[in-house]
């Protein structure tokens, strides 16, 4: 049984940060691409970023310089460390598993919230 379980939500002042954590269960890892997507109340669920087995990552325009997405393939975990947050970045925020060829996965996702 394949889980995503996300953590490391929460509020957060903006200009703060938050880390979030995903931790895959069920699948091989390595071989994944992991990402983080976001959905803001009333829109669509957009690509945050994402990293591939090997490290190569990518980012959605609005969050570069900002976000940084990293990989621990022991520990089956993916991360999202988020800075110089802005109330845009006010989201759900969910985490990817997807390999060409077969279903992806989502985890429940995680509530970031970035007030004042």
């Known amino acids: 049984q394949v889980q995503l379980v996300e953590s490391g939500g929460g509020l957060v002042q903006p200009g703060g940060s938050l880390r979030l954590s995903c931790l895959a269960s069920?699948?091989?890892?390595?071989?994944?691409?992991m990402g983080w997507y976001r959905q803001a109340s009333g829109k669509q669920r957009e690509l945050v970023a994402r990293i591939g087995g090997s490290g190569v990552t990518n980012y959605a325009e609005l969050v570069k310089g900002r976000f940084t997405i990293s990989r621990d393939n022991a520990k089956n975990t993916v991360y999202l460390q988020m800075n110089s947050l802005k109330p845009e970045d006010t989201a759900v925020y969910y985490c990817?598993?997807?390999?060409?060829?077969?279903?992806?996965?989502w985890g429940q996702g995680t509530q970031v919230t970035v007030s004042s």
């Open positions: 990817n598993a997807a390999i060409l060829g077969a279903k992806d996965y």
């Open positions: 069920g699948i091989l890892f390595s071989f994944y691409d």
